[in-house]
């Protein structure tokens, strides 16, 4: 359902009622018409543009690394306030005063990590691992009111080689996507969850922030090095690459692409089947790359060397020299479908706001 339509077509419901009442009954004069008309387009504009922007609500997976963990040891902060506080005396008479009070905090241990993405909260045996490996330095910590306990936050700083990734990680961000639910934009077919169900297709990916799950069936690449490539040429092409390994063909992996709508907006989906260790029988890309190149490509590697972890260096070689993010900004005001739902409670809501709007005008002559 498109928003112009219902939008015009809701409106046109009010008008008319405002105008019978306002001939029927004395009560209703022209004023209220107008609040009446106005109150409709209020409601049908606020519910209908909450429905706009959850049907193009979507995601997006990024890339990054790990560049130091920190160990903030556990400490303790005092300090002095003054409290004012209330009296009540024998004839009700209430008085303030005011008198200086000790305040206490205790602070835990923390451990997190810096990353390309951000700051992330990290496990102690994880910054472990890292400072084992890295060593570690100190530095004053910032101990606001500090009264006792360790002053001294303990860094290790990952020293990655340029082309290789020892943390890798994931994060997923929210945007706004003017093509999730427009209208012949699109060259594949919508498929619901349960037709995907019954055609044997996964799920789209959902990983953790140190833990990925963009290898989907059995496939004899470590899922680890695939990360570490994905952090490598992420932050540098904004790209989210995905592996699938697919037993129904070309045709499957089209399936797969309407169901996961071409993925998301930074995706670049590789398809294919084959044997271990052998250049792929098939092999289908899809993706939202400004460049068909990239595809072209990928596939031309898929179907010529052995899939396994050493074809890594040539697919990120390909992937830096043609992947070419797609405009989304050209889409912006394209027309989105609105969910027959929104139209629905749109319409519910106007309908229970005007009478009630009207009766008010009828018993408040």
């Avoid at 995601?59 to 560049?67: N, Q």
């Avoid at 303030?96 to 496990?123: C, F, K």
């Avoid at 519910?348 to 408040?364: D, G, K, P, R, T």
Wanted: proline share 4%; net charge negative.
């Amino acid at each position: 359902m498109t928003l112009g339509y219902w939008l015009f077509l809701l409106m046109l419901i009010p008008v008319i009622a405002g105008i019978f009442c306002w001939i029927k009954y004395d009560t209703i004069d022209l004023k209220e018409l107008g609040a009446g008309v106005a109150a409709a387009i209020i409601t049908i504009t606020v519910v209908l543009s909450l429905g706009t922007c959850s049907m193009k609500r979507d995601s997006e997976t990024l890339s990054g690394s790990v560049t130091s963990a920190v160990y903030i040891p556990e400490w303790h902060a005092r300090w002095t306030e003054l409290e004012t506080y209330t009296t009540t005396d024998s004839k009700g008479k209430s008085q303030s005063h005011t008198r200086i009070v000790t305040r206490n905090r205790h602070y835990p241990p923390e451990w997190h990590a810096d990353t390309t993405l951000g700051r992330v909260s990290i496990t102690q045996s994880f910054y472990m691992q890292i400072a084992e490996k890295h060593g570690t330095h100190s530095v004053r910590g910032d101990r606001y009111h500090y009264y006792s306990g360790d002053m001294n936050d303990y860094i290790s700083d990952v020293h990655d080689d340029p082309e290789y990734c020892d943390y890798p990680m994931t994060q997923t961000r929210s945007w706004s996507n003017p093509l999730k639910n427009t209208q012949g934009l699109h060259s594949y077919r919508n498929i619901s969850d349960k037709e995907a169900k019954s055609l044997g297709l996964p799920q789209y990916p959902q990983n953790e922030t140190f833990g990925s799950s963009r290898i989907i069936g059995d496939i004899p690449i470590n899922i680890w090095n695939w990360d570490k490539l994905n952090s490598y040429i992420g932050p540098e092409k904004h790209v989210n690459l995905i592996l699938v390994n697919l037993k129904g063909g070309v045709d499957q992996a089209k399936q797969l692409q309407g169901y996961w709508k071409n993925g998301k907006k930074n995706d670049l989906v590789i398809c294919y089947d084959g044997e271990k260790n052998a250049p792929a029988q098939w092999c289908y890309v899809f993706g939202w790359s400004k460049s068909e190149l990239v595809k072209l490509n990928i596939q031309s590697l898929f179907l010529e060397k052995p899939i396994n972890d050493y074809l890594l260096p040539d697919l990120k070689a390909i992937v830096l020299a043609n992947y070419e993010a797609h405009e989304w900004a050209k889409y912006k005001d394209a027309p989105i479908l609105i969910g027959t739902g929104w139209v629905v409670a749109a319409f519910i809501i106007m309908l229970i706001s005007q009478v009630a709007l009207y009766l008010c005008f009828h018993e408040n002559n």
